[in-house]
């Protein structure tokens, strides 16, 4: 009986929700992207402030870890053009990763009555989705401009024409995995916490979230490095020339 009132009480993409201009508005979600936003800016403008070639500070260290870490990843997937995402690269990850790790604070008025007062943003598909549909277009638009408007479409016939119709699914796809990827990986982690208020006694619900929740912000951390990885690597494959694709062959 109480797997039966478990799945009843979880449902997908139910948020409150205001209507505006015939658009519909999930302000939870809102509230939690904006504060998303304003901790990542903090920690930028925190950095710039703090900022020296001497002994380093603590979110100095933190963000040269960051930054190293995505330089590294960039070149060796493009070489020295890689830096130039680099920026894109530190931004996603650590937007990301605060999104995600904002579902670990505890913000239910009532634990397994209620839904989360600032839910993960990440976990509701509509946020992956916009990042993943923003890195995808700008990923063709560096491929334009890279292999010119010639290059780009010939890349579709490569190796064979004939699979000009599975590359350019391919393509389509790409936003569509990197969105279920984080927002599977995200959702399931809500989605556990409320099976646990659900099945388990109330007196047992904070040890539950207690076990759990530092496994969710690992997976916090290994999903944002996986959307921001496959970011770098599509730019990677998108602004490479053929000849670099046969060099690499030859190797």
């Known amino acids: 009986m ?15 929700h205001l209507a505006l201009f015939g658009l519909t508005f999930d302000y939870d979600i809102l509230m939690s992207t904006a504060l998303a936003f304003i901790i990542f800016m903090f920690l930028a403008l925190r950095m710039t402030s703090k900022v020296t070639d001497g002994v380093p500070s603590k979110i100095q260290v933190f963000w040269e870890m960051i930054v190293g870490m995505v330089t590294d990843l960039a070149e060796s997937a493009m070489g020295k053009r890689g830096r130039k995402f680099v920026p894109l690269g530190v931004t996603l990850f650590l937007f990301i990763l605060i999104s995600n790790w904002i579902g670990f604070i505890p913000s239910a008025m009532h634990p397994g009555a209620s839904g989360e007062i600032l839910p993960s943003p990440t976990s509701d598909i509509n946020l992956p989705l916009a990042m993943a549909s923003l890195v995808i277009v700008w990923v063709h638009i560096e491929s334009v401009r890279a292999r010119k ?6 890349h579709y016939g490569q190796p064979f024409a004939a699979l000009v119709p599975i590359n350019i699914i391919e393509e389509i796809t790409k936003p569509v995995t990197m969105t279920f990827r984080l927002f599977g990986n995200l959702f399931s982690g809500g989605l556990m916490i409320a099976v646990m208020t659900t099945l388990l006694p109330i007196y047992a619900i904070p040890f539950g979230e ?8 690992g997976i916090g951390a290994i999903q944002a490095y996986i959307f921001m990885l496959l970011a770098v690597l599509y730019f990677g494959m998108a602004t490479s020339h053929d000849e670099e694709h046969e060099t690499q062959t030859t190797h």
């Not at 109480?2 to 409150?16: D, N, Q, R, S, W």
């Not at 207690?210 to 912000?217: A, Q, S, T």
């Open 2 to 16: 109480k797997m039966l009132y478990a799945a009843k009480t979880i449902e997908v993409g139910v948020h409150p």
């Open 210 to 217: 207690m076990l759990w929740k530092p496994f969710d912000l």
């Open 149 to 154: 408007v010639k290059g780009y479409l010939k």
